[in-house]
């Protein structure tokens, strides 16, 4: 990708960050709205599958909230220094990291309710859950430091002082990040998917052999593939590069628009998924989502 993107007009400037900022609150409000329901309904926050459910969704709002923000920021001042530029990667790369997690220890629990069901409330206890969030966050946290660390490490000091482009391809791009970067990829992603591949297989054997409770095995089943159909979605975010390069030498005066279309689909598409795919086909939630609606 070319380290100079060229501006865009005025007009689409405007449009473009009109579209965003208006997705951007919409699904917002969306969100907001579960979190709102949650919090108003002791149901949900002494149960915890809604407890990891909530926080995807919050964490989801962190991370449109930057996303969107970045992008208005980066067409009005265009360049930034280096130091703001790490905390606000700092932060994007912890919360992007905490939906990967979020969605592998979803589906633990759903293996736990219905392959161990008379242990389910000995294990999955709501402290239990808050501490495995604060554990996310931890995970989540440490490659996103790891990238500061070695930025400090291999760039002479003067260069936090500095202005750039505030993306990741422009600061984190000596060989050390590629490897570390490589390394934490495959291990997250490879943790996530046979986390979710197996508790799928275990769920699958469960409905077959009980005859009682084939309706929950099936809907913890279907959930568990929705987590899978949403983990592909978030994992365009790794071949993006290769993906923005290839559209680039095809495209090369469509740079800015591609990048567009690429943040919509990268940022927005997801979090807009998240409360259809969960919320609203769950009875609890949607039941009391029409109800706080309806009194509004």
């Known amino acids: 990708m070319n380290s100079t993107i060229p501006r865009d007009q005025f007009n689409d400037a405007f ?6 900022v208006a997705l951007g609150l919409i699904i917002n409000y969306i969100n907001g709205t579960f979190v709102l329901v949650f919090l ?15 926080h995807l969704v919050i964490n989801d709002m962190i991370m449109l909230s930057v996303a ?3 992008q208005i920021a980066t067409y009005i001042v265009r360049f930034f ?15 992007a990291k905490n939906t990967l997690l979020n969605l592998a220890c979803m589906s633990i629990e759903r293996y736990i309710a219905i392959c161990k069901p008379l242990h389910h409330s000995q294990i999955c206890t709501v402290r239990r859950t808050y501490i495995l969030i604060c554990f996310i966050w931890t995970m989540s946290a440490a490659p996103a430091l790891s990238d500061i660390l070695i930025t400090a ?3 002479p000091v003067s260069f936090f002082s500095t202005t750039i482009f505030c ?10 990040h590629i490897v570390k970067e490589t390394v934490v990829n495959v291990v997250y992603l490879s943790f996530v998917w046979i986390t979710l591949i197996v508790t799928y297989l275990k769920v699958l054997l469960a409905a077959n052999a009980a005859v009682s409770d084939q309706g929950s095995a099936k809907k913890a089943r279907n959930t568990i593939l929705l987590h899978g159909f949403q983990l592909l979605l978030y994992m365009l975010a790794y071949v993006t590069p290769l993906l923005i390069t290839k559209l680039v030498e095809l495209y090369p005066q469509s ?10 689909m990268l940022n927005m598409l997801p979090r807009l998924l998240n409360p259809l795919i969960y919320g609203v086909r769950d009875k609890q939630f949607a039941q009391r989502i029409r109800l706080y609606f309806c009194h509004k």
Not at 40 to 54: E, Q, T, V
């Open 167 to 176: 993306h990741m391809l422009y600061i984190y791009n000596t060989w050390q």
């Open 255 to 264: 740079q800015s628009t591609i990048l567009f279309i690429l943040f919509l």
């Open 15 to 20: 449009m473009k960050n009109f579209i965003s």
């Open 40 to 54: 108003k309904n002791d149901i949900f926050y002494r149960d915890p599958r809604y407890i990891l459910y909530i």
């Open 81 to 95: 220094n280096v130091s703001v530029c790490c905390v606000v990667l700092f932060f994007a790369n912890t919360v």
């Open 153 to 155: 490490s291999s760039r």
């Open 68 to 70: 969107v923000g970045l």
